[in-house]
């Protein structure tokens, strides 16, 4: 919602500012669900509410995007959004795997098909601060070619070598930046990832720890 609030300034769009208002209405109700499947329904319908908005957020008009395609991407927006998903997914796939985490064994998303619902998990937050937000920079400043940087192959549209190079050259620059962490100091984006992968880790263990308590003071009865 972040990104959408900072574009409502610049567009003044009542669009965004009606989805931005549901938005709210949809992360209240998340906060109360009783289950994983209506947590996970609200988190879809808040997604698909908030996709029918970006498009509005594009000021190039060689890009139009309405609605989110995947499986295969429909067009050069879901394009660079799919790939950049990806990117993200497989970098927070490794750190998982680096901190020894099992990677099938997720809170929300459910492991299918080697499917490593771990790393689906996780990548929610990041998905709007850095890929979303370099969609709209790569498209808007005219840095992606809707003619020249994609190909229509298989039913659906996807970077060439060429979209892929500027993409993954504008996606290293921006986590490389320095911005501001919560206690005030500096360092790059990717240690955001780094960082919460092991406040994950740390999550787990103080639970599995707890739980052992639990057991220990039940068996001392």
């Known amino acids: 919602m972040t990104l959408l609030r900072r574009q409502r300034k610049r567009l003044e769009s009542t669009n965004v500012e009606a989805v931005l208002q549901s938005l709210d209405y949809l992360a209240s109700q998340a906060s109360l669900a009783e289950s994983r499947e209506k947590l996970m329904g609200f988190e879809g319908a808040g997604a698909a509410q908030y996709f029918s908005v970006l498009g509005d957020c594009l000021t190039n008009s060689d890009f139009v995007f309405t609605s989110r395609s995947r499986r295969p991407p429909g067009n050069p927006v879901n394009a660079i959004l799919s790939f950049g998903y990806q990117v993200l997914w497989n970098h927070l796939l490794a750190l998982i795997e680096l901190q020894g985490l099992d990677p099938y064994y997720a809170s929300l998303h459910i492991a299918h098909d080697r499917h490593a619902a771990l790393a689906s998990d996780l990548i929610e937050e990041f ?22 940087d994609f190909d229509y192959r298989d039913g659906g549209c996807f970077l060439n070598d060429t979209g892929r190079k500027k993409y993954l050259q504008a996606f290293l620059q921006r986590m490389e930046e320095q911005i501001q962490d919560d206690n005030g100091g500096k360092q790059p984006r990717w240690d955001l990832l780094t960082r919460q992968v092991k406040a994950y880790r740390t999550h787990l263990i103080s639970q599995e720890e707890a739980n052992l308590r639990s057991k220990s003071r039940r068996k001392q009865r």
């Open 127 to 148: 998905r709007a601060p850095i890929v979303d937000s370099l969609l709209l920079w790569l498209v808007n400043s005219r840095v992606i070619d809707a003619k020249n």
